[in-house]
C-alpha cells in the first residue's frame, strides 16, 4: 500500500517540480530573453580591457553580438526599432573600428574601438530601458 501511495506521489511531485522551474518568466515575451543575451553579449566586450591584444577576442564578441541582435529584432518585431537601431548601428562602428585597427594598427585606432565599444553599451542600455517595461 505505502509502495502504491509513492507511485501516486511521484507524478505529482514531479509535475510540482516543472512548474517551480519554469514558472520564472514564463509570461514574458520572447524579447525579454533575446535582449538578455544580446545584454550579455555585449558586457562581454565592454568588460574587456581594450588593447591591440584583445582586438581578436572583441571581433568574435561582436560576431555573438549581431547574432543576438538579428533575434531581438525577430523577437521584438516593430517593436522599439529606433533603440534596435541605434543598437545595429552602433554595432557597425564597433564592427568598423575594429577592421582599421587590425588593419592599421595604433594606439588611436584602439582608442577609436574603445570609445565605439562604449557607444555600443549606451545604446543597449536605452534599448534595455525601453524593453524593461515589458519584461
Known amino acids: 500500500m505505502n509502495r502504491t501511495r509513492l507511485l501516486w506521489g511521484l507524478p505529482a511531485g514531479t509535475l510540482l517540480l516543472a512548474a517551480t522551474l519554469t514558472g520564472c518568466g514564463e509570461d514574458d515575451p520572447a524579447v525579454c530573453s533575446s535582449v538578455d543575451a544580446l545584454r550579455s553579449s555585449v558586457a562581454d566586450m565592454t568588460d574587456l580591457d581594450i588593447d591591440q591584444d584583445t582586438l581578436t ?26 533603440e534596435i537601431e541605434a543598437v545595429d548601428q552602433a554595432a557597425t562602428s564597433v564592427t568598423t573600428t575594429l577592421e582599421t585597427a587590425t588593419a592599421t594598427p595604433s594606439p588611436a585606432a584602439v582608442v577609436d574601438v574603445g570609445t565605439a565599444v562604449q557607444a555600443l553599451g549606451t545604446a543597449l542600455k536605452d534599448l534595455n530601458d525601453a524593453v524593461e517595461s515589458t519584461c
Do not use: I
Not at 561582436?62 to 541582435?69: F, I, N, P, R, T
Open 57 to 82: 577576442t572583441l571581433q568574435d564578441d561582436v560576431s555573438e553580438v549581431q547574432a543576438d541582435l538579428k533575434q531581438v529584432r525577430s523577437d521584438a518585431k516593430d517593436e522599439y526599432a529606433t
